[in-house]
């Protein structure tokens, strides 16, 4: 059984950094690959960076190349995604997701299971 847990998000200036952390309860998270999803109001729920199940592969989407970090710490079942230099266009409710697929998948349908999601949002 998955079930995720993410935290982190809150209101931060641009520029600001944040840190979200999605924590899994269950017993088979090193098996999944990891990904982070957001979703900003009438918008499509878009890939923002993805962790293959070691760690050792990871993916970026453009607008966030640079700035984000994905990361993960199979011993705690967490996986992270670090923040900097935000801008007011990254708004949104961002999600974290399990997948059974190798590597860093990237569609919304590549990912069986889901976190309730976090509200970050970017004061311009």
């Known amino acids: 059984q998955v079930q995720l847990v993410e935290s982190g998000g809150g209101l931060v200036q641009a520029g600001g950094s944040l840190r979200l952390s999605c924590a899994d309860s269950g017993r088979t998270f090193s098996s999944h690959a990891m990904g982070w999803f957001r979703q900003a109001p009438g918008k499509e729920r878009e890939l923002v960076a993805a962790?293959?199940?070691?760690?050792?592969?990871?993916y970026y989407a453009d607008s966030v190349k640079g700035r984000f970090t994905i990361s993960r710490v199979n011993a705690k079942n967490t996986v992270y995604l670090q923040m900097n230099s935000l801008k007011p266009e990254d708004t949104a409710v961002y999600y974290c997701?399990?997948?059974?697929?190798?590597?860093?998948?990237?569609?919304?349908?590549?990912?069986?299971?889901w976190g309730q999601g976090t509200q970050v949002t970017v004061s311009s």
């Open positions: 997701a399990a997948s059974t697929i190798a590597g860093t998948p990237r569609g919304v349908y590549d990912y069986d299971y």
């Open positions: 962790i293959s199940r070691s760690g050792g592969n990871t």
